[in-house]
T-cell receptor
Framework: SAVISQKPSRDICQRGTSLTIQCQVDSQVTMMFWYRQQPGQSLTLIATANQGSEATYESGFVIDKFPISRPNLTFSTLTVSNMSPEDSSIYLC???????????FGQGTRLTVV | DAKTTQPTSMDCAEGRAANLPCNHSTISGNEYVYWYRQIHSQGPQYIIHGLKNNETNEMASLIITEDRKSSTLILPHATLRDTAVYYCIVRPTGTASKLTFGTGTRLQVTL
């Protein structure tokens, strides 16, 4: 199974600033995804990170707020831009080694915006 | 994607089997049933998935009814470490499809 390293594990940020979260996988994977989990809630998919092209965003999420990069098959970043307290959540990276296989998740980044 | 319905919470005594039900009455023929769990403060963990046959691995068994409209995840000998939120997810095959997480079942394993 893929091993995922997510950094930072947690952060406290000032409103109006931006935070970039990194997701590193120990093997090449086909699919990479970014999820958000708001306090006490389930996971919501933000976007699919596409290697070499723009990410595919879910309804309610836009590139200006959550720019995503995926320069290769093992690495992706998610930036949370112009943060407000409502962005306080856990952000999780997920990967799939191939289509129709199980997904593996990182341990998440716990973000608090003050 | 088909919608799933799960009980909000369940309790199970340690050492007993935990049977977690999931209803997916609108499932299509090309949709798999996946189960994940999320232990507090951790990322979700894959448990098992199946299409129409029953499946078993080192963690659990998945029983899918013949009409595929419901399934049951079985943890044969629950331990305290199995306390978690369990998510039943229906997902189409053959596409770059996302996992849509519902609210899941909060399983509490007690002494």
């Amino acid at each position: 199974s893929a091993v995922i390293s997510q950094k930072p594990s947690r952060d406290i940020c000032q409103r109006g600033t931006s935070l970039t979260i990194q997701c590193q996988v120990d093997s090449q994977v086909t699919m990479m995804f970014w999820y958000r989990q708001q306090p006490g809630q389930s996971l919501t998919l933000i976007a699919t990170a596409n290697q070499g092209s723009e990410a595919t965003y879910e309804s309610g999420f836009v590139i200006d707020k959550f720019p995503i990069s995926r320069p290769n098959l093992t690495f992706s970043t998610l930036t949370v831009s112009n943060m407000s307290p409502e962005d306080s959540s856990i952000y999780l990276c997920s990967v799939e080694e191939a289509r129709d296989t199980e997904a593996f998740f990182g341990q998440g980044t716990r973000l608090t915006v003050v | 994607d088909a919608k799933t319905t799960q009980p909000t919470s369940m309790d199970c005594a340690e050492g007993r089997a935990a049977n977690l039900p999931c209803n997916h009455s609108t499932i299509s023929g090309n949709e798999y049933v996946y189960w994940y769990r999320q232990i507090h403060s951790q990322g979700p963990q894959y448990i098992i998935h199946g299409l129409k046959n029953n499946e078993t691995n080192e963690m659990a068994s998945l029983i899918i009814t013949e009409d595929r409209k419901s399934s049951t995840l079985i943890l044969p000998h629950a331990t305290l470490r199995d306390t978690a939120v369990y998510y039943c997810i229906v997902r189409p095959t053959g596409t770059a499809s996302k996992l849509t997480f519902g609210t899941g079942t909060r399983l509490q394993v007690t002494l």
